[in-house]
């Protein structure tokens, strides 16, 4: 069974500040996808980045960057010189399934970051 | 803007009743899901469509069930609702396998 764990339920920040939220997944399969959304006051669920288990490169997209860890099963969101709008639910989720037939999302509970002005 | 349409985007009704909740997915996507979102049990995956069959099921309670059309459209029909069901329901379309899942904006479904 897959497994996503959000350790940290509660993230609050002052405009500016660095923050990192932590991503830890557990799944016996060797070929897996990573996700992050985001999920604003408004509702929706934003999509943010896909990983696959065989590209530990780290991806930076203007100021967020991810860390991909095989080694300790980690996926990390860094936000960089955050700011109000980025405050939200922000969600971890794990895919194994390569063959597509069953490509469900196992999400994790989800890191309430606030940034204060 | 996704390009994943839900439809309606608010729902209140009564223990008992019954409703269906509407999908459109992306242009050129094939593969539908529908997630549940409450407070005590987060974000669950219910079912899984791709090209009109059914793909996959997760935690969908045999009250519920769904489909998808050939113009690829899904519905989501929930019956004899109770206070529990209230919640955000979440319709993601991607092309095909392990591809990104972009997210309607979600039906938030009350039952009184």
């Known amino acids: 069974a897959q497994k996503v764990t959000q350790a940290q339920t509660e993230i609050s920040v002052v405009e500016k500040e660095d923050v990192t939220l932590d991503c830890v997944y557990e799944?016996?399969?060797?070929?897996?996808?990573l996700f992050w959304y985001k999920q604003p006051p408004s509702g929706e669920l934003v999509f943010l980045i896909r990983?696959?288990?065989?590209?530990?490169q780290n991806e930076i997209s203007g100021r967020y960057s991810w860390n991909f860890q095989k080694s300790t099963s980690s996926f990390n969101f860094t936000i960089t010189a955050s700011q109000v709008v980025d405050s939200a639910v922000y969600f971890c989720?794990?895919?194994?399934?390569?063959?597509?037939?069953?490509?469900?999302?196992?999400f994790g509970k989800g890191i309430t970051l606030s940034v204060r002005p | 803007d996704s390009g994943v349409t839900q439809t309606p985007k608010h729902l209140i009704t009564a223990t008992g009743q019954r409703v269906t909740l509407r999908c459109s997915p992306r242009s050129g996507d094939l593969s539908v899901y529908w997630y549940q979102q409450s407070l005590d049990q987060g974000l669950q995956f219910l079912i899984q469509?791709?090209?009109?069959?059914?793909?996959a099921k997760g935690n969908i309670l045999e009250r519920f069930s769904a489909q998808q059309f050939p113009d690829l459209h899904s519905e989501l029909n929930l019956s004899s609702l109770e206070l529990g069901d209230s919640a955000l329901y979440f319709c993601?379309?991607?092309?095909?396998?392990?591809?990104?899942?972009?997210f309607g904006p979600g039906t938030r479904l009350t039952v009184t």
């Open positions: 799944t016996r399969d060797t070929t897996y996808y």
């Open positions: 989720a794990l895919s194994v399934d390569h063959t597509g037939a069953n490509s469900k999302l196992t």
């Open positions: 990983r696959n288990s065989f590209d530990e």
């Open positions: 993601a379309s991607s092309k095909w396998g392990n591809y990104e899942q972009y």
């Open positions: 469509y791709y090209n009109g069959e059914e793909r």
